[in-house]
């Protein structure tokens, strides 16, 4: 396996999909020619996750349990892994991923005060030790999140819980950002979108395995 897993973190409505979309067409133009970018997104990444995605998400009557919900990411994340994320990884691609196993220990694990090594296990089997190569922490402040996400329109099942739910979930990211420095790289969401694409521009322009040469893109 020699491509690169990159994944953006993030509270509810924190720009990830934003920031990957421009990352993308950014990474498109400036890394070697040939190498394929992919983006995708959990839950809802293959097919079958994409009906996983609805109950989790949609089915605002239907009552999950916490431990139920903690198994269905893990099995989005599984179908995920095996049949679209290792593939292009195997295939020396760049995957951009719209969350992956932080999200599971910040929203089941600092959320929903679901068992950490429960979790563990269970990312474990969905991910076969998987682990990003790199992962941007988008960080907002919570009730801006929520804000920009309710003038898009209804909240889903997860965008309806409590403040004091975001706000673990918020310190969740933090306290896994001071555990992993290496991996998970904080940044300041509160940002224009074109301030911040320069940051994470600028971020990947330091690794070796983009075209240092490459100029940032103006945005
Ligand atoms: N979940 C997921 C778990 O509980 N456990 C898990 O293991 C996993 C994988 C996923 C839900 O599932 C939970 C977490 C989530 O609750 P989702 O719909 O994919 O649901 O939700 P999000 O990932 O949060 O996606 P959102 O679309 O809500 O937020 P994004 O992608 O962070 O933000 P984005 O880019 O769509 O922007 C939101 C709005 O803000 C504007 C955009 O134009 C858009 O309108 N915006 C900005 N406005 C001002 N300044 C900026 N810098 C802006 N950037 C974007």
């Known amino acids: 396996?020699?491509?690169?897993?990159?994944?953006?973190?993030?509270?509810?409505?924190?720009?990830?999909?934003?920031?990957?979309?421009?990352?993308?067409?950014?990474?498109?133009?400036?890394?070697?020619?040939?190498r394929?970018?992919?983006v995708t997104r959990e839950p809802g990444g293959t097919k079958l996750g994409q009906q996983i995605r609805q109950i989790l998400l949609d089915d605002l009557d239907n009552?999950?349990?916490?431990?139920?919900?903690?198994?269905?990411y893990a099995a989005d994340r599984a179908q995920h892994v095996?049949?679209?994320?290792?593939p292009h990884l195997d295939r020396d691609d760049i995957v951009l991923c719209d969350r992956f196993t932080d999200s599971t220990i910040?929203?089941?694990?600092?959320?929903?005060?679901c068992d950490r090594d429960e979790i563990d296990r269970v990312n474990?089997?969905?991910?076969?030790?998987?682990?990003?190569?790199?992962?941007?922490?988008?960080?907002?402040?919570?009730?801006?999140?929520?804000?920009?996400?309710?003038?898009?329109?209804k909240p889903d099942r997860m965008e309806r819980a409590t403040?004091?739910?975001?706000?673990?979930?918020r310190q969740g990211y933090?306290?896994?950002?001071?555990?992993?420095?290496?991996?998970?790289?904080?940044i300041d969401a509160d940002r224009s979108p074109a301030d911040i694409q320069l940051e994470i521009q600028s971020t990947l322009r330091q690794l070796k395995w983009i075209d240092t040469q490459a100029p940032i893109a103006e945005t």
């Open 1 to 34: 396996m020699s491509g690169k897993f990159i994944v953006f973190e993030g509270v509810e409505g924190s720009g990830k999909t934003t920031q990957i979309g421009q990352t993308a067409d950014w990474l498109r133009i400036n890394t070697d020619r040939g």
């Open 36 to 38: 394929k970018i992919v």
């Open 63 to 72: 009552c999950v349990s916490y431990r139920t919900e903690l198994l269905l």
């Open 82 to 86: 095996e049949s679209l994320i290792r």
């Open 106 to 113: 910040a929203y089941q694990g600092y959320g929903r005060g």
């Open 124 to 153: 474990q089997l969905a991910t076969g030790g998987l682990q990003s190569d790199l992962t941007f922490w988008l960080d907002l402040d919570v009730t801006i999140g929520l804000e920009r996400v309710l003038l898009r329109g």
């Open 163 to 169: 403040i004091d739910f975001h706000q673990r979930v």
């Open 174 to 186: 933090q306290e896994l950002a001071n555990i992993y420095p290496d991996r998970m790289i904080r």
